[in-house]
């Protein structure tokens, strides 16, 4: 399973963004997929979690009613749609998949691929 993010980039506070991961490779209904970001001298925490077959989705506090999950299935692309962004939104973003869980985890060493990263960069 590989993983490919895009879609970061800088923004004005009170901007948006939708983050792109693309996923290739052998994946299940029952997998989950998250999203992550880790701001520099921050541990990674999560965003948002869902299953790949929709549902069971969790949002973060801090991003709950701004960030918005989606998917594509004839793309094999999820999408996190962020608004409303704030400058402590600023982080490389990560979107990962879990294959061995079957509830939204918030611990990154419960999923087993990675993409890459995608800048966030929000400006006041």
């Known amino acids: 399973v590989q993983l490919q993010a895009s879609g970061g980039g800088l923004v004005q506070a009170g901007g948006s963004l939708r983050l792109s991961c693309a996923v290739s490779?052998?994946?299940?209904?029952?997998?989950?997929i998250g999203w992550f970001r880790q701001a520099p001298g921050k541990e990674r925490e999560c965003v948002a979690t869902f299953r790949w077959s929709g549902g069971d989705t969790y949002y973060a506090d801090y991003v709950k009613g701004r960030f918005t999950d989606s998917r594509d299935d004839a793309k094999n692309t999820v999408y996190l749609q962020m608004s409303s962004l704030k400058p402590e939104d600023t982080a490389v973003y990560y979107c990962?998949?879990?294959?061995?869980?079957?509830?939204?985890?918030?611990?990154?060493?419960?999923?087993?691929?990675w993409g890459q990263g995608t800048q966030v960069t929000v400006s006041s």
């Open positions: 990962a998949v879990a294959t061995r869980i079957r509830y939204s985890s918030r611990r990154a060493s419960e999923y087993d691929y």
């Open positions: 490779g052998r994946t299940f209904s029952s997998n989950y």
